[in-house]
């Protein structure tokens, strides 16, 4: 009996990621006074132009996109999905994957590399135009949910790597300097909790009497001096977090799929016109074997 061939579903993601800098970096002789390098490390050239394309097909990306959880009830993984939907005897004998490829068994490891080139080869990404930043993610399958979640976690998987790589340096810059704030905020809480102390030791104090003011005095300096570096630090954080802002490339998904996907109209009439006319080929290859046997033998 004839069984039609399987639609081919497609999940088409539209989305924007900037890659341009957007404002100088004013970290460098910051991150420098607190010893980072603020000044290595460029990602502007690694992620420029249409580089970015190739990350979407880094096999550790891929990996890291195949443990995203597809069901939030049961916890399945996208990797558990694939192999349960594409290669179902096997994975009846190998039983679920975890989420740790080096627990793996061998049997294990060779099955999730070959889900690993299956995905890779299930999905493009390429720009609607060379002039815009504009980005489209398009995962192909017979399964409707599965294109959708490959596009939908690889693009995922991908923005989050690329948002991340690119502000690396910033973001380490303003975890610095929150550090050096709540270090120098303890310290100086400190400082005038003991200068409050003294104060209320030397209290009406006889004026002829001023050795015993002297550490007073000199905690209150201390406090000082710990006020202003304290001052000019929560600004350089400031100023920090908002060049992290502006260096945080530009991100947003423009169009999505919705499920269920719907097939193709003109694809599915053509794969009932091929499957017919391989079914009307069979049978007038019996119905010219018979004849010419009913010929012979009559």
């Known amino acids: ?61 891929i990996g890291a996109a195949l443990m995203s ?30 989420s740790n490829p080096k627990t793996y068994s061998k049997l294990q490891l060779r099955l999730y590399r070959n889900i690993i080139s299956y995905v890779s080869q299930s999905f493009t990404v390429f720009k609607k135009d060379k002039k815009l930043v504009f980005y489209i993610i398009s995962a192909r399958s017979t399964n409707p949910n599965m294109a959708y979640y490959i596009a939908k976690y690889m693009l995922d998987e991908t923005s989050n790597y690329f948002i991340t790589t690119k502000t690396k340096v910033t973001a380490t810059s303003v975890e610095l300097l929150k550090k050096e704030a709540d270090s ?63 260096e945080t490339p530009l991100y947003r998904i423009i169009d999505e799929p919705e499920l269920p996907l719907i097939a193709p109209v003109g694809q599915t009439l053509l794969s009932h016109i091929i499957g017919a006319s391989v079914l009307g080929f069979f049978l007038m290859i019996v119905i010219i074997i018979g004849e010419y046997f009913y010929k012979v033998l009559r």
């Not at 049961?74 to 004998?93: C, F, G, P, R, W």
């Open 1 to 61: 009996m004839y069984k039609p061939l399987k639609p081919m579903y497609s999940a088409n993601f539209t989305f924007v990621l900037s890659t341009e800098q957007r404002g100088n970096n004013g970290l460098a002789g910051l991150a420098a006074q607190l010893g980072f390098d603020a000044t290595t490390g460029s990602t502007e050239n690694i992620f420029s132009g249409d580089n970015i394309i190739e990350f979407f097909k880094s096999r550790s990306l």
């Open 69 to 98: 959880e597809v069901d939030s009830v049961s916890h399945q993984t996208l990797l558990n999905y694939i192999a349960k939907n594409s290669y179902a005897k096997l994975y009846q004998q190998l039983g679920p994957f975890g």
């Open 184 to 246: 120098l905020g303890k310290v100086l809480q400190n400082t005038y909790s003991s200068s409050a102390a003294m104060l209320d030791r030397t209290y009406n104090l006889n004026p002829s009497v001023t050795v015993q003011r002297s550490s007073s005095q000199f905690n209150q300096a201390k406090a000082n001096a710990f006020a202003s570096a304290y001052s000019e630090v929560m600004r350089n954080l400031e100023v920090a977090k908002m060049n992290l802002q502006r």
